[in-house]
């Protein structure tokens, strides 16, 4: 069973306050690890994907790196419009066909101006 | 280009009713998946299509089901809707390969009476 857990569940900052939350996650193969923000009544929108232990990625204010045991996302100098859930997911091998994303519960981010 | 497209965007039921939801992908895209997103449970796989296909299967009853057109567009059905059912229904697209990343669209919010 492919399991995902994100730590802290909540965390607030102040802006400008530089952070990382974590993701740990327990699969058989790693196909991709992916981030989503989502704001408060809407779908997740996409950030990041991760394949392979060592790789990272930069969007603005955002690093996201990969192990082979968990992900972390970065956010240097967060503003008060980074304030979002962040969602971690995973899919898995399975040997053929495996799509589903399999999701960790998120951190609430708050970041106070 | 146009993002994925959910109708309708909110719902009220009464408990035995059935209910069925649409997701319009985003162009090109052949692969739909489904997810309901509780407080407590996050979000969690339904099922997911491909070419009319399902290729995919979450662990829910059977009272959940669904279906993909030719023209990748998908709707997802619950019958016989119980009280649990009242949660944030996502539905994301895809190219359809592997790790390809998965477009959310906004959700459709189902209260269940």
């Known amino acids: 069973e492919d399991q995902v857990t994100q730590s802290p569940e909540a965390l607030r900052l102040q802006e400008g306050e530089s952070s990382s939350l974590n993701c740990s996650y327990t699969v058989s193969g790693l196909r991709g690890l992916f981030w989503y923000r989502q704001d408060p009544g809407k779908g997740p929108e996409f950030l990041f994907t991760?394949?392979?232990a060592g790789e990272e990625k930069e969007k603005e204010r955002l690093k996201a790196t990969l192990t082979k045991k968990e992900s972390f996302l970065h956010i240097t100098a967060p503003k008060p419009e980074d304030s979002a859930t962040y969602l971690c997911?995973?899919?898995?091998?399975?040997?053929?066909?495996?799509?589903?994303?399999?999701f960790g519960k998120g951190t609430l981010l708050t970041v106070n101006p | 280009k146009a993002g994925v497209t959910q109708t309708p965007r909110y719902l009220i039921k009464t408990r035995g009713q059935q209910v069925t939801l649409s997701c319009s992908p985003i162009?090109?895209?052949?692969?739909v998946s489904w997810y309901q997103q509780t407080p407590g449970q996050g979000l969690q796989f339904l099922f997911e299509?491909?070419?009319?296909?399902?290729?995919n299967k979450g662990n829910f009853p059977g009272r959940f089901s669904g279906r993909q057109f030719s023209n990748s567009r998908s709707e997802m059905n619950v019958s016989t809707l119980e009280l649990g059912d009242s949660a944030l229904y996502l539905c994301?697209?895809?190219?359809?390969?592997?790790?390809?990343?998965?477009?959310f669209g906004p959700g459709t919010r189902l209260l269940v009476l």
């Open positions: 299509y491909f070419s009319e296909t399902q290729r």
């Open positions: 991760l394949y392979s």
């Open positions: 994301a697209s895809s190219l359809g390969g592997n790790a390809e990343t998965q477009y």
């Open positions: 997911a995973v899919q898995a091998e399975r040997g053929g066909s495996n799509y589903k994303l399999t």
């Open positions: 162009s090109g895209h052949r692969s």
